[in-house]
């Protein structure tokens, strides 16, 4: 008996784990597979007559229609990626591959979940900008941000600072409490310098116990002499009592401005450090340090 596979195709298609859709030239839907309501959460019923572009994620719209104006202009989109927004509130990041047929005055787009590997892929851009211990920028993303910061300021006239802050007798600490605990201060230092500074500045770990800080948009050197202020005495503060009696180290901060004590990141870096590394030794020679 030969297969009737008009008759078998809808039940293939319903048997497919990615969705497939179709929608008409006013994009409203005229159908979807029964794997729609794992990716979106609705029935199918609930979508059809519907118009599509209703479920898209409002910041891919203006992509996702120019993307629509191609398939339906006669050429394929076989890897178009935008997010759509579930029914329960949640956003589904989709691979598309769609066409248009004429003949039947309809586009077909097959989607796959990409949420998964989105997600992988947006933690591994992120791990590679970013300290694994504290979570702060590190020295790679750093070094862009200051570049792109000398380059505004040189444009705009404008000052910028940058500070390079060394815990004091870290090594201490670990050899005394262990990494653990010192893994602990290093991340408490991190909240720190983060609640003293602007949106518009950067503050990085640079890697062991040292952490550089960038200020934007500097008009006066009050302004750092405030700033420095304030980290000082952030810096000040004790540590809470589930550090089991552990004091909080002091830091020596370096400080380099732009533009009087450099035009460029290197010279800016490289003053910074040679000024903490002063302060550290006058710190050590008035016997303020172990």
Known sequence: MPV????????????????????????????VSDACESLLGYRAEEMIGTLITGYMHPEDMAETR??????????????????????????????????????????VGVARDMTALSEAEEELRR???????????????????????????????????????????????NDT????????????????????????DTVARMGGDEFTVLLTEIDSERAVAEKLDQIVAVMAEP????????????CSIGVACYPADGADADTLLSRADDEMYRMKRRLSAGGLLP
């Not at 078998?8 to 005229?30: E, G, S, T």
């Not at 202009?73 to 066409?99: C, E, M, T």
């Not at 540590?239 to 002091?250: I, K, N, Q, R, T």
């Open 66 to 107: 120019a993307s629509i104006d191609r398939v339906m202009s006669g050429q394929p989109h076989l890897d178009f990626r935008n997010r759509y927004v579930r029914k329960d509130g949640g956003v589904v990041h989709i691979l598309w591959s769609a066409r248009w047929i004429e003949e039947e005055g309809v586009r």
């Open 239 to 250: 540590l809470g009592s589930d550090f089991a009696g552990v004091s909080m180290p002091s």
């Open 127 to 173: 791990l590679a900008h970013h300290d694994p211990l504290t979570g702060l920028t590190n020295r790679l993303l750093f070094t862009d941000r200051l570049d792109t910061g000398l380059r505004a300021a040189h444009r705009n006239g404008d000052g910028l600072a940058l500070l390079f802050l060394d815990v004091n007798d870290f090594k201490h600490i």
């Open 4 to 31: 009737d596979l008009e008759a078998l195709y809808p039940k293939l298609i319903h048997l497919m784990l990615d969705p497939v859709f179709v929608v008409d030239r006013d994009d409203r839907i005229v159908f």
């Open 177 to 200: 409490h262990g990494h653990a605990m010192g893994d602990r201060i290093l991340c408490v230092i991190a909240r720190r310098l983060e609640r003293c500074i602007r949106e518009t």
